[in-house]
């Protein structure tokens, strides 16, 4: 089953380190998004790309926060100096089809904690 | 963008239906109702969506009200595998992000 992967599923970092996260989707999709879960809330919209273009960012993703996807396949996603507040699940879902239609599969996550 | 109320927990007893409500008064008429479901220490994963008409999947079943500012999601026989947090998110065209709520915690007694 070749779905949505993540790498590395656990990450734990010291305060002002600088992480980078890897998403591979579902090798036919064009569309990939990244999301950020904390405890207890659903998960928060930060980028999506139409192949390798950056179509959308939240403001929640400030200039610490770098996304790419080159080659519209596998996409990273960098927070440079890292905050405690930082700390959160980051997900990652690609898409074949366009809103309002298009399921989004989602993967298993990515579990930053930061000291 | 048009924004959804679920209570934030139910519980259910095993082999029973379930009916998970969802508001959404200030609905627009080209707004999609999503239903998504996040099993604990996983992403979420698609459920079933509608615009007007009920639909049927092999999960679930979408009940929309006449007048479309409510929904409910129906799980006809619940297992203990159905023990998630339930998402009712709105889509429409142009807008790719899918804005989760709080969802509902739905929790299945055996």
């Known amino acids: 089953d070749t779905g949505v992967s993540q790498d590395p599923r656990h990450k734990i970092t010291k305060r002002g380190q600088n992480v980078t996260f890897r998403c591979d989707p579902i090798s036919e999709h064009n569309r990939l998004y990244w999301y950020r879960q904390t405890l207890g809330q659903g998960p928060e919209f930060l980028t999506y790309?139409?192949?390798?273009?950056?179509?959308?960012k939240s403001r929640l993703l400030s200039d610490r926060f770098s996304a790419e996807r080159p080659k519209g396949s596998f996409s990273t996603l960098e927070i440079q100096r890292t905050e405690q507040g930082d700390s959160a699940m980051y997900l990652c879902a690609s898409s074949q089809g366009t809103a309002p239609y298009g399921e989004q599969f989602f993967g298993p996550g990515t579990r930053l904690t930061v000291l | 963008d048009a924004k959804t109320t679920q209570p934030n927990s139910m519980e259910s007893n095993e082999e029973e239906p379930v009916h998970l409500p969802c508001n959404h008064s200030?609905?627009?008429?080209?707004?999609?109702i999503h239903w998504y479901r996040q099993l604990p220490s996983q992403g979420p994963e698609y459920v079933i969506h509608?615009?007007?008409s009920n639909v049927n999947n092999r999960m679930a079943s979408l009940a929309i009200a006449e007048d479309r500012k409510s929904s409910t999601l129906i799980l006809h026989r619940a297992t203990l595998r159905d023990a998630a947090v339930y998402y009712c998110i709105l889509t429409n065209f142009g807008n790719e992000k899918l804005t989760f709520g709080t969802g509902t915690r739905l929790t299945i007694i055996p």
């Open positions: 790309f139409q192949n390798e273009a950056q179509l959308e």
């Open positions: 509608g615009l007007t």
């Open positions: 200030t609905i627009s008429g080209t707004d999609y």
